[in-house]
């Protein structure tokens, strides 16, 4: 993944083209990306913790001998589908998580209208609200014409790699006949996925009163990562905006190095910076799925203060994880 940070809003009809990841590598990506679940990580309801391979004891004595890099402030949680969890860091308060709300946004969406990987889905049309928010200068958004037709994987992609709020009250408007309306259905599949700590209250994370925690976030980063078109959706690269003349780089600066898979990004002043993030690795000939969530990085500072803070933090996890976890099984 580039290190160039994503265009502000005013100035991303200036960003240059580039190429799109093929639709035949995005389905061998998918198809394998599933492997972790198969193979023993999907038991148990959705959003249930990750089953571990061993005893408690020995799953604890395990994430004990990492001595991760948690970050100094905030909160964070890692787990590895098949193992259980690595630890929990940091108070579990509920905090604000900025454009992380769009994980749930898009989780929704997909339960309710169900996609085939590869597939563009259903016809959505943009309706005047979403285009005349396209060319905000106080939000993140995406380009949609009013009265244009727009596949369902256009608009997740949108919302999910520049992250387009816009976008994600489109989405909403569309998938439940309001925002209000699917704010609720959001909450609802929190209560379901056992996310206690979690208040939605909005779908695109402007609302600072949308919040929750590290552990909360993995529980439905696990859950959505189950979906091979989430899946594919937040390993996309770019995404260009028709008839904008516009590609969108992934808000994620970690997609494509040390493993990572997807996830979503989320900053604001309030709710600093904010990661999500996927990565595989082979352990013990077994591909496992890393998952790991970074809260409220550098919150106070600017958002590309508290991006990069939750980059860092991020990066130097799973760094940690993907470095140490293998020879920390093997010595159990």
Do not use: C
């Amino acid at each position: 993944m580039p290190h160039t940070p994503a265009p502000a809003p005013a100035s991303r009809f200036g960003f240059r083209r580039s190429l799109f990841v093929p639709l035949a590598a995005a389905l061998a990506l998918a198809t394998g990306m599933g492997t972790w679940y198969a193979l023993g990580g999907a038991g148990g309801p959705a959003g249930a913790p990750a089953p571990a391979a061993g005893s408690g004891d020995t799953v604890a004595a395990v994430a004990k001998s990492l001595h991760l890099p948690w970050p100094a402030e905030g909160q964070a949680s890692v787990a590895v589908e098949g193992i259980g969890s690595l630890g929990t860091r940091g108070e579990q308060r509920p905090v604000p998580i900025a454009s992380v709300t769009k994980v749930m946004t898009a989780y929704v969406i997909l339960k309710e209208h169900p996609m085939r990987a590869g597939a563009p889905g259903a016809a959505v049309t943009a309706d005047e609200q979403a285009a005349n928010e396209s060319y905000s200068s106080v939000e993140t958004t995406a380009p949609v014409l009013a009265g244009r037709t727009y596949t369902q994987r256009l608009l997740l992609e949108l919302m999910m790699v520049p992250s387009g709020n816009n976008v994600a009250r489109l989405l909403a408007r569309w998938g439940a006949g309001s925002e209000k309306a699917f704010v609720a259905k959001m909450n609802e599949t929190a209560a379901a996925l056992g996310m206690e700590r979690t208040t939605y209250t909005g779908v695109s994370g402007m609302e600072t009163s949308t919040r929750s925690t590290a552990a909360d976030q993995l529980r439905l980063a696990r859950a959505a990562m189950k979906d091979p078109v989430f899946r594919e959706i937040v390993a996309t690269r770019t995404v260009e905006a028709p008839g904008a003349g516009v590609t969108f780089r992934n808000t994620n600066k970690l997609l494509g190095r040390d493993g990572v898979i997807g996830l979503k990004t989320g900053s604001s002043t309030p709710a600093g910076g904010n990661l999500v993030w996927a990565s595989t690795q082979d352990i013990a000939g077994t591909p496992r799925l890393i998952l790991g969530v970074v809260l409220h990085q550098r919150a106070g500072t600017s958002p590309a203060e508290g991006s990069a803070a939750a980059h860092e933090a991020g990066r130097a996890l799973v760094t940690a994880v993907r470095a140490t976890l293998p020879d920390a099984l093997a010595r159990t």
